[in-house]
């Protein structure tokens, strides 16, 4: 399974953009997604999270920064989750990675540990 991420740009203080993650392979296997960021000189923290498949498809996690702002989803016919981000701030500028568990247990995985692969990440800047 590869995962490829893309949709970043720049924009103004209170714009929106839409991130893409397309996963190929054996996505079968995937039965959870999330997307993480990590701004200039700090660590890699989550975004939000959606489980892909299984007993919790469908259910979702946010970190508080972004609650009522970003919202997570998914088309699993096309392989692919997407984050909307609106109202977007200064402070959400930084790289954003999406992530996927194979094979792993149905729920929103929170922690870093719980995905296994990785995508390369795509740039958001948003100015003030």
């Known amino acids: 399974v590869q995962l490829q991420a893309f949709g970043g740009g720049s924009v103004q203080a209170g714009g929106s953009l839409r991130l893409s993650c397309v996963a190929s392979g054996s996505t079968y296997l995937i039965n959870a997604m999330g997307w993480y960021r990590q701004a200039p000189g700090k660590q890699r923290d989550l975004v939000a999270t959606i489980t892909t498949a299984g007993p919790s498809e469908g259910r979702t996690k946010y970190a508080d920064p972004v609650k009522g702002r970003f919202t997570i989803s998914r088309d699993n016919a096309k392989n692919t989750v997407y984050l909307q981000m609106n109202n977007l701030k200064p402070e959400d500028t930084a790289v954003y990675y999406c992530?996927?568990?194979?094979?792993?247990?149905?729920?929103?995985?929170?922690?870093?540990?719980?995905?296994?692969?990785w995508g390369q990440g795509t740039l958001v800047t948003v100015s003030s």
């Open positions: 992530a996927a568990d194979r094979g792993g247990k149905s729920y929103p995985h929170t922690r870093q540990y719980e995905y296994d692969l």
